[in-house]
């Protein structure tokens, strides 16, 4: 099984990345400015609905790619490491966003919360994010990786359930700080670039 110290590095990684601005942290802002912690949170279960689809598919179809051959194994680290590098740049590069200019449309609970789940299942930016995240913390001398994919998505969910139902809580501050505060949006995007280099450092030395 997957040892602690990589799982807690996964976890803190998995807690910043779920801070830096982007389209599902920014949506659980809007809703829960906009229309109530409720509507943040029910936004945030449908988006880690999603996320349990988007694991089950990279786990499984990643652990029969690493188990193909090597050269399918580091074609894909490489096209990750790519990736996650691309990643950093658009984290660099980002601009502050307006988290305030939405128009307040009615919504049942049951729509937020199928609006997440849509928003995330939709995204093929997170399968690929996922198939270039997780498959660097497994390692086949542990096991069978399909498991470990398995935990790694998991341990994903609980670090965005606890950060995007925190956003959800506490929309009044973070809205004020994130949507008035270019400085702050810009800090969090630097440390969001930083992390996904030495993610794609890292994917790109792991051996088979």
Not at 86 to 92: H, T
Not at 114 to 143: C, E, H, W, Y
Not at 155 to 175: D, K, P, R, Y
Request: glycine share 8%.
């Amino acid at each position: 099984m997957i040892p602690l110290d990589t799982l807690a590095a996964f976890f803190v990684a998995s807690i910043v990345l779920a801070l830096a601005p982007g389209p599902d942290n920014i949506f659980v802002l809007t809703q829960s400015t906009l229309r109530g912690r409720a509507a943040g949170l029910l936004v945030m279960l449908g988006l880690c609905t999603g996320l349990i689809v988007h694991t089950a598919a990279v786990a499984f179809g990643v652990a029969a790619i690493f188990q193909a051959s090597a050269i399918a194994f580091t074609a894909l680290k490489l096209a990750g490491a790519a990736y996650l590098l691309y990643l950093a740049w658009l984290s660099f590069r980002a601009n502050a966003e307006d988290i305030r200019g939405e128009a307040r449309e009615a919504l049942s609970g049951a729509q937020l919360y199928r609006r997440g789940i849509i928003m995330n299942i939709t995204n093929p930016k997170v399968s690929i994010f996922f198939l270039a995240f997780l498959p660097q913390f497994a390692d086949p001398a542990r096991g069978s990786l399909t498991p470990q994919m398995l935990l790694l998505g998991l341990v994903f969910i609980v670090a965005t359930i606890l950060v995007f139902g925190g956003i959800a809580l506490a929309a009044g501050t973070l809205g004020q700080w994130l949507g008035k505060s270019a400085r702050a949006q810009r800090i969090m995007n630097r440390i969001a670039s930083l992390v996904f280099v030495a993610l794609a450092i890292r994917l790109a030395t792991v051996e088979r």
